[in-house]
């Protein structure tokens, strides 16, 4: 309802036509799991500091420091405009991030602190965060989800220690944009960012998976980095991807008064990466608060190896659903309306028939809503009960009419 007061963190914000968040969301806001001890992200994410604080160090000093604090409530500037989002691209569509209201949302990245961080006048730092996007329901997506951000910047003097003539090169020229470097960088500093930034995260990746790890890089498109790439790892047969990152846009840096220096950034993925790791099989799992599945991560040390053994995997149910759909029907907001509902009783959510009318013209949607209890057996009845609310909160909210 527009004009209604919302209130996140303890802050109050007024609701318009972009307001979109919803209460299960809002219940996540300030839960902080990155922070909890001895949880797995908390700990996988200390098992990243140890290795940026060892690694990189200055005089005995480490030379990234460290932040978990920074609230998920962001400007749509600090989350798009800051980083060179351009004004009609797709991620700012509010069928793909949470608002609060037109000017406020919840961070759809980390990357949202890039530029105050280095505005404040840093040189390196990661942080780490819960972030919120609106997507499927499946076994590796939730609405929110943790990542960690990085950033090293270098002065001339810096990027060219290791020159034998550093007199000789420069950070900076009046040049072309190509496919290795932008217009304002030397190729110099674009090769060294980007071999500087390919090692450091290809010894993070080892630092976590072992020395054998076999690794790939991806070219990759961002619109606050130039060159971009992936990452991707060789896990148990396939090949996942494991972040994103580049060369940061000189005129981010710019904006950030730190016009004299040159630098790269990358995002990576908590859940996905803590999954792989410690073989945890749902990503709904990290917001359990069951002992069967903490008391797994009690009383160890960030860098021992731990395996998570699954307590018994409870059976399924499936039920489906089909509707006439409206013309303004998105399927985001009946996955929106599937979590609020069904909660983490629901595993996933799958669009299987798609069918349009031949005489009326009418589009007809439907989906599969499997059940799964994490730590219990679920009945049918059960399953059916939460299938029936979900049908009429879709058929009073979205104006679906179900067949
Ligand atoms: N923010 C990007 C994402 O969420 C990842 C990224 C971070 C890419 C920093 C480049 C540099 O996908």
Not at 5 to 25: P, W
Not at 276 to 292: A, E, M, V
Not at 368 to 382: P, S
């Amino acid at each position: 309802n527009f004009g209604e007061k919302l209130e996140v963190l303890g802050k109050t914000y007024q609701t318009d036509h972009f307001t979109n968040i919803t209460a299960s969301i809002l219940c996540k806001v300030g839960k902080n799991l990155h922070n909890i001890p001895n949880h797995p992200l908390q700990l996988l994410y200390q098992r990243m500091e140890s290795y940026f604080y060892k690694t990189f160090l200055k005089r005995g000093n480490p030379i990234f420091s460290s932040y978990n604090r920074l609230s998920p409530v962001v400007t749509t500037e600090q989350n798009f405009d800051s980083l060179l989002v351009p004004h009609d691209h797709i991620s700012r569509s509010p069928f793909d991030s949470y608002y609060l209201n037109s000017n406020y949302m919840l961070r759809a990245h980390t990357s949202a602190h890039q530029r105050d961080l280095v505005q404040s006048g840093l040189d390196a730092f990661i942080v780490v965060g819960d972030v919120y996007r609106r997507d499927a329901v499946d076994a590796t997506h939730y609405p929110v989800f943790h990542q960690v951000e990085g950033v090293r910047l270098f002065s001339d003097f810096e990027l060219f220690s290791q020159v034998s003539d550093p007199t000789s090169v420069k950070l900076f020229e009046n040049g072309v944009k190509d496919e290795w470097k932008q217009e304002k960088h030397t190729l110099e500093t674009s090769t060294l960012i980007g071999h500087n930034l390919k090692t450091t995260l290809e010894g993070l990746m080892r630092a976590l998976f072992g020395e054998d790890l076999k690794m790939q890089w991806v070219n990759a498109y961002f619109p606050f980095t130039h060159p971009s790439w992936e990452l991707e790892i060789f896990h148990q047969g396939e090949w996942i991807e494991m972040l994103g990152c580049g060369v940061m846009q000189q005129k981010l840096l710019d904006s950030a008064g730190a016009s004299s220096k040159a630098g790269w950034a990358f995002g990576l993925g908590l859940e996905r990466l803590a999954m792989k790791l410690y073989s945890i099989p749902d990503i709904r799992l990290f917001w359990s608060t069951d002992s069967g599945f903490l008391n797994q991560f009690q009383h160890k040390h960030f860098n021992e190896n731990i395996t998570y053994k699954a307590v018994s995997k409870y059976p399924q149910c499936a039920n489906d659903i089909s509707f006439w759909i409206p013309d303004s029907f998105t399927s985001n907001d009946f996955y929106d309306i599937v979590r609020s509902v069904g909660g983490d009783l629901v595993e996933q959510v799958k669009l299987i028939d798609e069918f349009k009318h031949p005489k009326t013209g009418r589009s007809s949607h439907c989906y599969r809503i499997v059940y799964r209890h994490m730590e219990k057996t679920l009945t049918q009845e059960e399953a059916n009960e939460v299938h029936q609310l979900i049908e009429a909160a879709a058929a009073s909210q979205l104006g679906v009419e179900i067949r």
